[in-house]
Antibody
Framework: QVQLVESGGGVVQPGRSLRLSCVAS????????MNWVRQAPGRGLEWVAV????????DNADSVKGRFAISRDNSKNTLYLQMTSLSVEDTGIYYC????????????????????????WGQGTTVTVSS | EIVLTQSPGTLSLSPGEGVTLSCRAS???????VGWYQQKPGQAPRLLIS???SRATGIPDRFSGGGSGTVFTLSISRLEPEDFAVYYC?????????FGQGTRLEIK
């Protein structure tokens, strides 16, 4: 069955780094763009980042730009989120999510366009930034 | 950057009632690149609607979406007990692919 499994969360001190992973199964991972979405405790969903199907294009939310990097290894069916300079505001559940359709998005000028709704989600991994 | 504003923040309703949730974009969304999600406590979000009006696989027909440009809606015709949850809209036409802040449906 189609599945996404995140890992790598934990408790980390402010200013430190952490790398999240998301292993995909049950579908052709290399043909889909992938996203990270996070949710702070008791708060709403916040889109974090997207990478194109081949990893050649990506974009991040302004709140994490310059600190977080999304990447993927299609040979391992794995999506990553490298997080640096973590702050308490980065605390939350981090979900990886797959769009409905293959391919895309088209990215240029630092932005990405015409992606799709997210129809497959992992269970999330929890990141706690605390001293 | 497109900002999505959902209203109202919280609704108290009874099973059997109908409801329409609103999602307003700060600028026009490309095409109808808007989705709606349902999230229950302790669970990942679930896609309900994509392309502003297309129900996702397995979603009951009491859920319907509409709108274009800057105003989008999610309607639930007859609330079932399992529909009481938080609902989010998202635009995925131009990054950042922002979500609205959510509307909570609670049982009256």
């Amino acid at each position: 069955q189609v599945q996404l499994v995140e890992s790598g969360g934990g408790v980390v001190q402010p200013g430190r780094s952490l790398r999240l992973s998301c292993v995909a199964s049950g579908f052709s991972f290399s043909q889909y763009a992938m996203n990270w979405v996070r949710q702070a405790p008791g708060r709403g969903l916040e889109w974090v980042a997207v990478t194109s199907y081949n990893g050649g294009d990506s974009d991040n939310a302004d709140s994490v730009k310059g600190r977080f990097a999304i990447s993927r290894d299609n040979s391992k069916n794995t999506l990553y989120l490298q997080m640096t300079s973590l702050s308490v505001e980065d605390t939350g559940i981090y979900y990886c999510a797959r769009p409905k359709t293959m391919g895309g998005p088209h990215c240029s000028g630092g932005r990405c366009y015409l992606s799709d709704a997210l129809d497959v989600w992992g269970q999330g991994t929890t990141v706690t930034v605390s001293s | 950057e497109i900002v999505l504003t959902q209203s109202p923040g919280t609704l108290s309703l009874s099973p059997g009632e109908g409801v329409t949730l609103s999602c307003r974009a700060s600028q026009s969304v490309s095409g109808t690149y808007v989705g709606w999600y349902q999230q229950k406590p302790g669970q990942a979000p679930r896609l309900l609607i994509s392309g502003a009006s297309s129900r996702a696989t397995g979603i009951p027909d009491r859920f319907s979406g509409g709108g274009s440009g800057t105003v989008f809606t999610l309607s639930i015709s007859r609330l079932e007990p399992e529909d009481f949850a938080v609902y989010y809209c998202q635009q995925y036409g131009t990054s950042p692919f922002a979500f609205g802040q959510g509307t909570r449906l609670e049982i009256k």
